[in-house]
C-alpha cells in the first residue's frame, strides 16, 4: 500500500520568504508526527496531531513554526519569516493510533539561501 | 525528559559478519518503548525493531536481535550476517507509553553510521 508522502521533495527559497510542505500520512492513520533533521543528526520532535487537533507542539522553536491538518488526514507544515538556521530535513510521520510505530516519509529537504 | 546517547559516531563490519551498535538511554518513566531505525541516503527512515519495556524477552527480527537491559538503561542492537544492503545511519529512539495525547512523540539519538564492506 502507499505510505507516506511528502511533498516537496526539495524546497530551496530565500531568507525571509513564506513556506509549506505537505505531508499525506497513510491512509487510516489518526496520528501524524512532524520532525526535524539537521545534517549529521537525529531527528527532533515538533508537532503531533491526533485527528484534526494538534495534541503536542511543544517541540515548534517559535512562533514562525506553525501546522495545521483541518480534516485529520494531510497536514501542512508551515514556516514564516525563514531563516537560515531553518535549513534542514523536515521529516513526516504516521501511525495507526497512540503508541504504535511510526512509518516515516522520504521528507523534505528545505534549503534557505 | 528522556535523552538517548549512541555513542559511536561511525562504524564499519565485514560483509556476512556481526556487528553490534551500542545505545544509552535516561528515563524516569517505567512503561516505555524503545526502537532502532535505519536510514539509508534515500532519507526514510525504516523501522527495523521495537521493544516494549515491560517485556523482559529481547526482540528479534530475523537477522536483527537487540540487548535490552532495562537496569542499565542500554538498548544494543546485533545485526548478524550483515549484507551491503544494510550501509546507513542507524538512530535508536525512546517512546513513553502514555494513553493520554501529549508525550508521544519520539527521542532519536544522534545515530550511528554504519559501513558494511565487501
Known amino acids: 500500500g502507499a505510505g507516506v508522502s511528502q511533498t516537496p521533495s526539495n524546497k530551496v527559497t530565500e531568507k525571509g520568504k513564506y513556506v509549506e510542505l505537505r505531508c499525506d500520512p497513510i491512509s487510516g492513520h489518526t496520528a501524524l508526527y512532524w520532525y526535524r533533521q539537521s545534517l549529521g543528526q537525529g531527528p527532533e520532535f515538533l508537532i503531533y496531531?491526533?485527528?484534526?487537533?494538534?495534541?503536542?507542539d511543544s517541540g515548534l522553536p517559535n512562533d514562525r513554526f506553525f501546522a495545521v491538518r483541518p480534516e485529520g488526514s494531510v497536514s501542512t507544515l508551515k514556516i514564516q519569516r525563514t531563516e537560515r538556521g531553518d535549513s534542514a530535513v523536515y521529516l513526516c510521520?504516521?501511525?495507526?493510533?497512540?503508541?504504535?510505530?511510526?512509518?516515516f516519509g522520504d521528507g523534505t529537504r528545505l534549503s534557505i539561501l | 525528559a528522556q535523552t538517548v546517547t549512541q555513542s559511536q559516531p561511525e562504524m564499519s563490519v565485514q560483509d556476512a559478519e556481526t556487528v553490534t551498535l551500542s545505545c544509552t538511554y535516561d528515563t524516569s518513566e517505567n512503561n516505555y518503548y524503545l526502537f532502532w531505525y535505519k536510514q539509508p541516503p534515500s532519507r526514510q527512515m525504516i523501522l527495523v525493531i521495537r521493544q516494549e519495556a515491560y517485556k523482559q524477552q529481547n526482540a528479534t527480527e530475523n537477522r536483527f536481535s537487540v540487548n535490552f537491559q532495562k537496569a542499565a538503561k542500554s538498548f544494543s542492537l546485533k545485526i548478524s550476517d550483515s549484507q551491503l544492503g544494510d550501509t546507513a545511519m542507524y538512530f535508536c529512539?525512546?517512546?513513553?507509553?502514555?494513553?493520554?495525547?501529549?508525550?508521544?512523540?519520539?527521542?532519536f539519538g544522534g545515530g550511528t553510521r554504519l559501513m558494511v564492506k565487501p
Open positions: 529512539a525512546f517512546m513513553k507509553h502514555v494513553l493520554e495525547n501529549a508525550g508521544n512523540m519520539l527521542t
Open positions: 496531531f491526533q485527528g484534526t487537533g494538534a495534541a503536542d
Open positions: 510521520a504516521s501511525s495507526p493510533t497512540l503508541g504504535q510505530p511510526q512509518h
